[in-house]
């Protein structure tokens, strides 16, 4: 296992605002993945590892076992239904545990399991006879920090004597009472509250902090700061452990500031491609045109489940509206949706209860597409400067592996500009896309 040189640049998935009306906010993003994800996100890269002391051993395992945990903590982990260590975690978890203590700065997508690693290590680190604050972890929002608590306490489910303790916004306590609980989960304003002002956590005997979420933690006004006084409390000899879905070179930054003589493991996100996607367009004049387009081609279709982006709320409000009068049954996305709301949509469509779902870019991210064989892209993805965004391209009709389903790409294509684009996206993936004309779609076959 390598490490092949620092982490570079890489662009924050959605944070591209060239796409209409919407920007994305990433906390919310990261929220919605994680009320709809069921099981760990599929990756077959290898993972890179940097050790700060590259002479010590590498340790990694393939069982829960080796890890010698607590035989109460083991059962907390196989009740979760996890069988094995996923990719991450292999590595994450012996550094994590090894003894002295080891720093980490550990990047993957979301989804491959760095929560329940960082979960698992906290509860694993802590003497619960010792009734004071152990482990520190800060989260970027009251929600993330609630759903990261589920898992300490799922985790924890019969370890009893570890308790936990919410330093979130609302959560009020009397001042200067030490907290007996090992383990805080909190935001930034509040935990630095609950050391200072209130100080119902002495620092001094932190042991091991973690900062989950460190890109969105950045991207959130004043976050960065109120993280880093927190950690100038911290003792010396405090592990300390740092999570990020991405790596930009702000993140990389920010890391340096909080962890010293850092370990980094990094999974990269599996490619996307578009081998096993045919693509097509077809000329259409205006959005009536489109829909009749549309209405053509959904009919003469087997279509498992299909998603149609479209640019502005209200193309998706309108085209969602018509297709309902039509009489399909179609799930709407919008941006002013809350994440909870969001979710709810997703899950339904999912499960299958809806075979159509309309959407605007940025609410959709997230969803795994493996299962949708028809993506339409109502409005072509342009960025700012209306050139052919082809990331986002690629993201929403990509399959991830070579055992991607196969499925259909549909572009409507209204005017010379919208044509321009297609030549672009089709000289950068270097893939032909068809005209298709949908009063006769043999070509599909
Ligand atoms: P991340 O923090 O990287 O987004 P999570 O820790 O939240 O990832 O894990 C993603 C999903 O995979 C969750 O549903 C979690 O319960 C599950 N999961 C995590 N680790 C394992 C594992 N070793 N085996 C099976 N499922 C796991």
């Excluded at 035989?71 to 978890?93: D, H, T, W």
């Excluded at 010379?416 to 030549?423: A, E, G, P, V, Y």
């Amino acid at each position: 296992v390598t490490f092949k040189g620092y982490p570079t640049t890489s662009k924050l998935l959605g944070q591209n605002a060239g796409w209409g009306e919407e920007r994305v906010n990433l906390a919310e993003q990261s929220l919605l993945n994680k009320l709809i994800r069921r099981s760990l996100v599929r990756n077959r890269n290898q993972v890179e590892v940097l050790q700060a002391d590259p002479n010590s051993p590498l340790y990694s395992v393939k069982t829960f076992e080796e890890l010698r945990l607590k035989p109460e903590l083991l059962k907390g982990v196989y009740n979760m239904g996890f069988n094995r260590p996923s990719r991450i975690q292999e590595n994450a978890l012996p550094m994590m545990l090894a003894q002295p203590p080891q720093n980490l700065i550990a990047q993957s997508q979301s989804g491959t399991g760095k929560t329940a690693a960082f979960s698992l290590a906290m509860l694993s680190h802590v003497n619960p006879d010792n009734k004071w604050t152990q482990c520190l972890c800060i989260a970027p929002t009251y929600e993330l920090a609630l759903q990261t608590g589920q898992v300490i306490e799922q985790m924890g489910k019969f370890c009893p004597d570890v308790k936990l303790a919410y330093a979130i916004r609302g959560n009020r306590m009397e001042r200067g009472a030490k907290l007996q609980q090992q383990i805080v989960i909190g935001t930034p304003g509040t935990v630095h509250d609950w050391c200072t002002k209130y100080k119902l956590i002495d620092p001094k005997k932190i042991t091991m902090f973690v900062l989950d979420e460190a890109d969105v933690m950045i991207a959130t006004q004043g976050h960065r700061d109120q993280s880093i006084r927190i950690h100038r409390q911290l003792p010396m000899n405090c592990q300390m452990l740092f999570f990020s879905a991405t790596f930009e070179d702000s993140v990389w930054r920010f890391a340096e500031q909080i962890v010293p003589e850092p370990n980094i493991i990094r999974l990269k996100r599996e490619e996307e491609t578009l081998d096993t996607i045919k693509q097509f367009y077809v000329n259409c004049k205006e959005k009536e045109d489109k829909f009749t387009a549309l209405c053509n081609l959904y009919g003469a279709l087997t279509i498992a489940q299909a998603m149609i982006f479209c640019k502005t709320r209200k193309m998706a409000a309108w085209l969602a509206e018509s297709l309902t009068k039509e009489g399909h049954q179609v799930a709407l996305l919008s941006g002013e949706m809350t994440v909870e709301q969001r979710a709810a949509v997703i899950e339904r469509f999912r499960s299958g209860k809806e075979k159509v779902l309309v959407t605007t870019n940025v609410c959709s991210r997230g969803i795994d597409v493996e299962q949708v064989s028809l993506v339409v892209n109502f409005e072509l993805p342009v960025d700012l400067d209306g050139n052919a965004d082809n990331d986002t391209y690629l993201h929403r009709i990509g399959r991830t592996g070579r055992f991607g389903r196969r499925g259909f790409a549909v572009n409507m294509v209204d005017s010379q500009h919208s044509m321009d684009i297609i030549k672009q996206i089709e000289m950068h993936f270097n893939r032909k896309i068809i005209k298709l004309d949908t009063s006769n779609l043999e070509e599909m076959e």
